[in-house]
């Protein structure tokens, strides 16, 4: 057999690979073996000639992975997923208290909080109530930082966002002159849009500013009687102003108000009287949306709303009225208001003032059939 083989290998010169039994070793021969005849060989031991494409695949001898890789991994995902939850449930605690507490009442709550960090440690104390009174404090400084860094950050929050929701001051107009507080002079407010004027816009020219019928003698006659301030929801520079301009050619309008002075809440801009510097009692509000537009409603004089309708005689129609309450002064305007809720005032104003007179006239022929 063995002759055979090396017979064979000397016809063909082509390398015959070799699988060792004993050593699992491949043999090959070596080209450049001086010597074909002879194989060359790393082994002493007895081979037997395997073809190549025959020869069993190598032994898979690679360790199994090893469990410390793994059980790290599960302890960082652990500690992971620990963070995630802990940063949610202090955050869901963040917004609760947040949409619950304003920022006062979350610094009343965690006052004592704060001031057990800074408490004095007591001389006369044993030494493990000066451990405790320190491992207390050490404990606490952590969640002390962060409602400080909380508290600040939340009222500089909440100062951005009152400039914007809030009306500019507290005091939206000087003081009353003192002789006019002395006469009981009181303040009419009045709307603009729909209420003086309407404004409308079209593609083909813009917008355009209409005067309401008789608004011209409205303000004239009335300010005799009263302040007169024009309080609107739109922008100062782009709207209020250059109507007033127009409108105050004879000085009627005392002051002018527009959207810095109102309150915005739930998406709508609010006028809210009570920052108007003058007492509530002394104070009406006239618009065509009064009820759905001021924060007071009990100094609400609301007439019908003008959109260009011809023969409109509203405002004058209010006039008699507004002058009967500067002459009798009452000492509460909103009691009288209150009594022409959900009527309209001209016309309920001169049926009163018919029955009245109708009355006078019955107690004056009584007294003269005597």
Known sequence: MSRRLVLYLCKHKKPISFFSSSSNVIIRNNNNNPNPRYLYTQSTTTTTSVPKDQQPPPSDNTPPPSSDGTTKMNSWNYLKYGAYATLAGLSGTVAYHTYAYSADEVDSITKDIRNSVKQKKNKDASSLEKFQALLYSAAMTV?????????????????????????????????????????????LVVDLNETLIYSDWKRERGWR?????????????????????????????????????????KGTITYRLGRTATKYQNGKHYKDLSKLNRDPAKVIYVSGHALETALQPDNCLEIKPWKLEEG???????????????????????KVLESYRGCDVATEFHERQRKLVDEQRKTKKTIWSR
């Open 312 to 334: 409109d005689t509203a405002l004058l129609d209010l006039v008699p009225f507004l002058e009967f309450l500067a002459y009798r002064r009452p000492q509460d305007i909103r």
């Open 209 to 249: 500013t209409f005067k309401r019928p008789g608004v011209d003698a409205f303000l004239e006659r009335l300010a005799q009687f009263y302040e007169i301030v024009v309080f609107s929801d739109q922008q100062e520079s782009m709207f209020v102003d250059p109507i007033c301009e127009r409108l105050n050619q």
């Open 143 to 187: 969640p002390s930082k962060c409602i400080d860094i909380y508290l600040e950050l939340r009222r500089s929050i909440e100062d951005k966002v009152r400039e914007y929701t809030e009306p500019y001051s507290d005091k939206l107009l000087p003081d009353l002159a003192p002789e006019l507080k002395g006469l009981g002079v009181m303040t």
